[in-house]
């Protein structure tokens, strides 16, 4: 039985990348997929298999594939105004990328009246303080507009209320911009702590990254030091989603979008956390060392993990306390239109810590690649 596709086209970037892949994988599957599919990629060696991808045939989607990147702002104008929908996962912190691409769907809006569709990556990074792993805190945002007060959270706070130097917020504002001047319908997911492997064709192809970036990261520098490591004393909390929750998250609400007269909050009421949890870094990091330990990957037998010193933060996150900060929310909007996590409890994440040591030290061994620690989250 051949799949009934929605009519719409969609222009996507970060098809390789870990969420990037996921997404793709959850667009692709939907119960109305769209009739064409155009991935930017910068690996014109992978354009044969993504275009031959099975489940796209099965789905009746045709790919058609652009080499460029996000810096060709020409290019991504330009595709832009030839969709109806673009799914950005690439950069959330790439502007100048975010501008061209709201160039051309404002271009696309004068030529066919309707409002094209912007389903946007951010993260919960951008909800961060400058905790250094010292306190926790209690200050949680939701991602509804106006701020509910609920019994369990009487005090939430709007996102209006986010400083616009955080992380993402200068890409966010200028999508939001776009949105009230009427020319795009942006619907802007935030996801957290991203964990599990990428699962699906294109990571069984090779073609997407299977591993996240937060926890790999924090192993990879327990393996190079030869101790699970934190930033401070590890007492900050983030929120976390299981990447094939986030890929739920995802279809849901493109399928939500393209629906007539669709009803799902767009601009400063589309924000949708990919929220699911909570961890302390200490917690996570204490994992990580009970995982080295047992597994035999380090000489020293010592499960806790030790605050990273200045050389250590300046070689795994290139003197970033990124990680040491506090980022807390409740999705009470992406819930509200239906998103139902499975994955909610922190042991499902301690768990898969201990699942993804192993994996990490397998696949990437105990040498670290220096590199600045960016991430969507």
């Known amino acids: ?29 939907s119960p109305k997929p769209p009739k064409l599919i155009t991935l930017l990629i910068r690996d014109e060696k992978k354009s044969n298999d993504f275009k031959n991808l099975e489940t ?10 652009l080499i460029s990147s996000l810096d060709d702002l020409e290019k991504i104008e330009k595709a832009s105004s030839e969709h109806d929908i673009t799914i950005h996962t690439a950069d ?7 501008k061209a691409i709201l160039k051309g769907q404002k271009l696309r809006k004068e030529k066919t009246g309707h409002r094209p569709i912007l389903i946007e990556t951010s993260g919960t990074g951008v909800l961060i303080d400058k905790a250094k792993g010292e306190y926790p805190n209690d200050i949680i945002y939701t991602d509804l507009n106006p701020t ?18 955080n992380p993402h917020r200068n890409v966010d504002l200028e999508i939001l911009e776009a949105d009230k001047a009427g020319y795009i319908k942006s619907y802007i997911i935030l996801p957290s702590t991203i964990w599990g492997k990428g699962v699906g064709e294109v990571y069984d192809k090779g073609l997407s990254n299977s591993f996240s970036d937060q926890i790999p990261t924090l192993i990879k520098a327990g393996l190079d030091r030869g101790r699970a ?6 007492k900050n909390i983030w929120p976390h989603v299981k990447i094939t929750d986030l890929g739920n998250l995802y279809q849901l609400i493109y399928l939500k979008s393209i629906e007539t007269n669709s009803k799902i909050g767009h601009g400063l009421s589309g924000y949708y956390f990919g929220i699911s949890g909570e961890y302390t870094l200490f917690g996570a990091t204490s994992r990580i060392g009970q995982s080295l330990v047992s597994n035999n990957l380090i000489e020293i037998k010592e499960t806790t993990p030790t605050s990273f010193n200045q ?12 990680m040491g900060t506090n980022s807390r929310g409740v999705a009470d909007r ?8 499975k994955f909610t409890e922190q042991e499902d994440l301690y768990q898969h810590i201990s699942r993804e040591t192993i994996r990490v ?10 590199k600045k620690f960016t991430s969507s989250y």
Do not use: C, R
Not at 148 to 165: C, G, H, R, V, Y
Not at 311 to 316: I, S, V
């Open 361 to 370: 030290e397998k696949e990437n061994g105990k040498q670290f690649n220096n």
């Open 56 to 65: 796209a045939k099965k789905q009746n989607v045709e790919i058609k594939i």
């Open 311 to 322: 050389e250590e933060l300046k070689k795994y996150y290139n003197g970033s306390t990124y």
């Open 148 to 165: 509910p007060k609920t019994k369990d959270f009487p005090a939430l706070i709007s996102m209006t209320e986010i400083p616009e130097s």
């Open 229 to 234: 490591g934190m930033v401070g004393e590890g």
């Open 92 to 98: 959330a912190d790439n502007l100048k990328g975010v």
């Open 1 to 29: 039985m051949t799949t009934q596709n929605s009519g719409k086209t969609v222009f996507f970037t970060g098809a390789t990348g870990y969420i990037g892949g996921t997404v793709l994988e959850s667009i692709l599957n």
């Open 334 to 341: 992406s819930k509200s239109i239906g998103w139902k996590p």
